[in-house]
């Protein structure tokens, strides 16, 4: 069985390009920022909610305490 070589190992420096240079295509200039931001955006809210998640119950019990001022 041969292999066609087009999913061999990590991307290299033509194949990397090729992917910008479609992307460059179908969005623009101007909207390649504005994608990157959200991005970015996206990555950060998701990190923080992974951190969240990770949290002991605890203590988000306690924080619900406080919230009622400390009332049962």
């Known amino acids: 069985m041969t292999t066609l070589g087009l999913f ?3 991307p290299g420096l ?5 992917i910008l240079v479609v ?3 179908l969005f623009g200039a101007k909207r390649l920022p504005e994608l990157a931001r959200s991005l970015g955006k996206s990555i ?3 990190k923080k909610g992974r951190e ?3 949290k002991p119950e605890n203590s988000s019990k306690s924080e619900s305490d406080e ?3 400390g009332k049962k």
């Open 8 to 10: 061999t190992g990590q």
């Open 14 to 18: 033509h194949e990397i390009l090729v």
């Open 23 to 25: 992307i460059l295509l």
């Open 44 to 46: 950060s809210e998701f």
């Open 52 to 54: 969240e998640g990770d």
């Open 67 to 69: 919230a009622e001022g």
